[in-house]
């Protein structure tokens, strides 16, 4: 399976920022899927509220799926690889 990157970068409550890429099958073409699968974990991450939205979420590169990956991918639609300030 091939994979979709989003690279992405918001500010947190506190004031630094998070990067963090946003993993998801190649198929969904559609940023807004994207971005609402970012909320859900800045919601598990007691971020809510932040601004997600093309200005910090970008599509970067296409990559075979990593296998360590693909349970959560199947059960969420999506996989999160914690960068920095996560």
């Known amino acids: 399976m091939e994979v979709a ?3 992405t970068y918001v ?3 506190d004031g630094d920022v998070m990067h963090f890429d946003i993993v998801a ?3 969904i ?3 807004s899927v ?3 699968y ?3 974990y800045l919601k598990e991450k007691g971020q ?3 601004e997600l939205s093309s200005e910090e979420c ?3 590169h296409v990559e075979t799926l990593d296998p360590r990956m693909e349970n959560e991918i199947i059960q969420k639609g999506y996989f999160i690889i914690e960068m920095e300030n996560c």
Do not use: L
């Open 5 to 7: 990157i989003w690279d």
């Open 11 to 13: 500010t947190k409550k």
């Open 25 to 27: 099958p190649r198929q």
């Open 29 to 31: 073409v559609d940023p």
């Open 34 to 36: 994207i971005y609402n």
């Open 38 to 40: 970012g909320k859900e």
């Open 48 to 50: 809510e509220g932040q």
């Open 58 to 60: 970008k599509f970067c």
